[in-house]
């Protein structure tokens, strides 16, 4: 059997110590940078940790996808996320999952929704369209833009293509 000593001083071994301390800091940090939901990015992925406090920072992040809008929303009202979705809800859902939200992680949580007048649609033909953003302890989980027609269409927030 071979055993093997070393000698460290004072300083060595505070800093062998302070090392394997910040190791395991970083360790912490990715490891829970790594357990937040819908991580991996879908290709239509819209979220981003957006301050939505004011009409100002919402109407800033709906110039972001290309949409103008009227500064003040038409609606604003608190609703709530239903803790047993039926088929409709589960449809929007998908739309938002779609996006990089998920609706499913508010379940029973109040929340608010702003609905603002889009002005610059694409081939809108006598058409009116609204852009709707979802809002909780101000920041954006969820959003659409939809139009006002009795079988109006409703798609995510990037602008369309080929319309």
């Known amino acids: 059997m071979v055993v093997l000593t070393a000698k460290l001083s004072k300083s060595k071994r505070i800093a062998i110590i302070a090392l394997i301390v910040i190791a395991i800091a970083v360790l912490i940090v990715c490891v829970r940078g790594s357990n937040k939901p819908n991580e991996a ?13 004011t009409d100002e920072e919402r109407v800033a992040y709906l110039k972001s996808f290309g949409w103008e809008v009227d500064p003040t929303p038409v609606q604003t009202q608190e609703v709530r996320v239903p803790t047993e979705p039926n088929d409709v809800f589960q449809r929007y859902n998908d739309l938002q999952k779609s996006q990089g939200f998920n609706l499913d992680d508010y379940a029973g949580k109040s929340i608010h ?42 798609h995510g927030l990037h602008m369309p293509q080929n319309t």
């Open 41 to 53: 990015a879908a290709e239509g992925d819209v979220r981003t940790s957006q301050c939505a406090k």
């Open 113 to 154: 929704r702003y609905v603002y007048k889009v002005t610059n649609y694409p081939n809108a033909e006598n058409q009116t369209w609204f852009a709707t953003l979802l809002v909780y302890k101000d920041e954006i989980i969820g959003a659409d833009v939809s139009s006002s027609a009795q079988n109006g269409v409703m």
